[in-house]
């Protein structure tokens, strides 16, 4: 059955946070008194559709349903989780906080506040043990991280329940064991912002020098790896220790100047803007955001083919899925239509269409699935056999496009006891985009060599291999590369 | 003609500039007392050569010689630049500075020193104008930053001519115009690393929660986008000003604990020791080395296809080499080596294998790196022209496994004004485990059909045509799938 989150609050944060859970599949109801937030939240959900997707190797669940609800009374209506994202004003958030609690006392609310405490938050409530801190950062809909932090007023089996909703979501929720202000994360920004203000303050740097030193340098190490394994790193084989002894004596050097904080005036205020302004002005801000998810994808991709860091929360969120999307495929005398996919953002090229090793991917999941209803799955490979794919001669028949729902379906031309040789196409819409004729041998990985398939695999082999005979060969089949049509 | 560069100083910064001048083609002298430089050399360089390459999209010049100076005086002769890399102490600096240049007295002098200002560092000195800072980020192969600062004493040409040479070794030299203790980007990483260790010390948080507090979030936006620039989008159409006005106010609230510094004792030593032994310490400090080496590529070429932040830089450094490379085609009628790929996790099959669409991604990393190279790249196609695939042959030859290195080559066996018919050979340690016979079309996009190429890229293709017509036809061209060998 579908869940529901209720949205308390649309702004940039708010949407994120919808967003994310309408593509993961929840129903959504926002509630924001602002005439403006239905544009707002249509506007990150435009950028959200355009990138969050192509962070899935596993198809999407189909989008949830979105209402704006005309009263907190409506939006949190049976919800399952809420979400509060208002202004960081404590008054403003206890006034919310009592009109939820007024009709849904018992969901998890969770605050996307920056810098109260969940003990502050829960000062006056109807229910304060299920109102926690859930801290994301912009992007909500592409970056992993929430901090959740309970006070000890807290119920800690609706903090775990919040926690393995956040990662329903795609989410990566970092327990914050005591409460602190401005929680873990934005201790560190407030500390950068700081110096940085100093550095513009002083001529030292402008805002695009500072961006600079960051994004050239420390900044791509942060995104994979944190401080301390950094620089556990730098240690190298003397260890963390010896580091440490190292640096640990620049703690009173003048390397900082945050023993002091700079007056906040109208001239600083001009100064950062004027020179803001200079840097990326030439971009709009919808521009900014669209550079800055393009981006991310790229990064968190390829943490996912290394499975390290954010990948690896992704790699997770998409095995949890496969699960579901590979259930319910029956054998017919027929071509086997075996695979749906949809061409995400990650698959198109500069021309705009579906890469080429996309085409071969598609191959490879419509024979992998063929693979498994014969038998020949992941325990069979375990257990020391397979089949290899020894040759593929690809067509490229049409062009798939963003967005663009494929299926795969496979017809067996031949087979005998080590031999398979296939004939996979690729459609959209009905129409081929890409044929694939593939010849696989069964092995034993042991002995490196071909062998005969286990009998039980075969039977349900020539089964299929049988009645596909009635089938008319595909005119692709046999072809050699240049050869002339027809 | 090879130009040389003097290193003096073989740690891991030493190592690291030594590997990017080397594999940028200069020559490197080496000058470092401790008996173990070699093998630490060694051992970086190792690195360097297994990642640096997977960022480059034309073939690397020649690597350079490597040689370990018995003395100051030898490392220092004749070299075009010099990089002084010794431990962070002012009096021994002062010294290497002087034997420097009484061999070498004009010659760019480059510190790596992290905190002191190039005034210091220039103080007695026979030449203080040739003595700047260039400050580099580990690792110093990878990361592009190096800040560059000068003093008032400095040579304001020799300085522009050191940038330059920062640039031809892919650098990203930051102009810092004002000197200051620890120069920009450290002081950032002071003011982060004092409030963590706070965090750590009051049992907040552990070293693994920091770094996931940062990885799983900021870390990820500041390796595309600095602070301001973040901040900018964060401000949304209300625009810069409307952010700092928001913002301004928490400086004056509880949110850093940074007009404190922790006291650095044994036991704070030992807690951050022990976490992180916790955290990582199932890694080796060269497996961390790669992972993180790994991720940092994966990062810089997701950049790199979207020409932002550090991919910039990489672009424009292969844009430089692009024209070397082509006019080198005619010397030698060979296949062009164009892509280095490295076999990742997420790349492996259930086999254990590389997965099958990862063998045409190679292909296609390879004939990409072709028509960028003889003129058909971004630009040519958001004009509205590009070369499609029409037709793949791939013959499966060997097995690629985890972290095996692939070369792919690209032999063009015919072509006309619109068919360009290659031979693409994927490679392991010089044998091929795929081969790819392929077909493109060259393709008017908005017309949607066939038409001659552009002049100027039918002159670089026929070029390499004509002197690849020398070599012998490979024997798997015109296979067609489940042909006899031979």
């Known amino acids: 059955m579908t869940r529901k989150a209720a949205i308390i609050g649309g702004g940039v944060i708010g949407g994120g946070w919808a967003a994310r859970f309408l593509l993961n599949g929840w129903d959504v109801a926002i509630f924001d008194p602002d005439p403006e937030a239905p544009r707002k939240i249509d506007e990150v959900l435009a950028n959200a559709k355009a990138s969050l997707p192509a962070l899935s190797d596993v198809p999407m669940p189909p989008i949830g349903r979105l209402v704006f609800a005309k009263t907190v009374k409506d939006a949190v209506q049976d919800a399952d989780y809420i979400q509060e994202s208002v202004s960081e004003q404590l008054a ?6 009592a009109d939820i609690q007024a009709n849904a006392p018992d969901a998890p609310l969770g605050s996307s506040t920056s810098g109260f405490k969940p003990s502050q938050l829960q000062e006056g409530a109807v229910n304060p043990a299920t109102i926690f801190v859930a801290h994301p950062f912009n992007p909500v809909y592409l970056l992993p991280l929430a901090e959740v932090v309970p006070s000890p007023a807290s119920n800690p089996a609706l903090i775990e329940r919040a926690k393995d909703i956040l990662r329903d979501i795609g989410m990566f929720p970092l327990h914050v064991r005591k409460e602190i202000d401005a929680h873990i994360a934005d201790r560190f920004l407030e500390a950068v912002w700081r110096e940085a203000l100093w550095l513009v303050k002083d001529g030292i740097a402008t805002t695009e020098e500072i961006d600079e030193a960051i994004r050239m340098g420390f900044g791509l190490r942060w995104g994979q790896m944190g401080l301390f394994e950094t620089y556990r790193i730098a240690g190298g084989e003397a260890g963390m220790k010896h580091f440490l002894e190292q640096f640990g004596p620049c703690l009173t050097w003048p390397w900082t100047k945050l023993m002091d904080v700079p007056e906040f005036n109208d001239e600083l205020v001009d100064l950062i803007a004027g020179q803001s302004d200079a840097q990326s002005g030439h971009h709009s801000i919808r ?37 579901a ?4 495929t029956d054998a017919a005398a027929a071509p086997l239509t075996l695979a749906h996919l949809q061409v995400l953002p990650g698959w198109i090229d500069y021309n705009g269409h579906m890469t080429e090793s996309r085409y071969l991917f598609a191959g490879s999941e419509t024979s992998d699935a063929f693979l498994r209803l014969i038998g020949a799955g992941m325990d069979y490979v375990a257990a020391g056999h ?3 794919t020894a040759e593929t001669h690809i067509m490229h028949l049409g062009e798939a496009k963003l ?4 299926t795969g379906s496979l017809q067996v031309l031949s087979a005998d006891e080590k031999r398979l040789h296939v004939f ?3 459609e959209k819409d009905g129409a081929p985009v890409a044929t694939l004729e593939q010849m696989l041998l069964h092995v034993d990985m042991n002995a490196g060599r071909a062998c005969p398939a286990a009998p039980e695999v075969l039977a349900h082999l020539f089964k299929i ?22």
Do not use: C
């Open 92 to 97: 403003l958030k206890h006034r919310v906080y």
């Open 287 to 323: 521009e900014l955001e669209r550079i800055r998810d393009s981006s991310l994808v790229g990064f968190m991709r390829a943490l996912k083919d290394r499975d390290w860091g954010a990948g690896r929360v992704l790699n997770a969120h998409d095995a949890g899925r496969r699960k």
């Open 325 to 328: 999307a590979l259930s319910g």
């Open 386 to 388: 397979s089949y290899y």
């Open 403 to 406: 967005g663009d729902r494929l």
């Open 424 to 426: 996979i196409r690729i």
């Open 465 to 486: 291999r049988d009645s596909h005979a009635a089938l008319p060969r595909p005119p692709a089949t046999g072809r050699h590369v240049g050869q002339r049509k027809g």
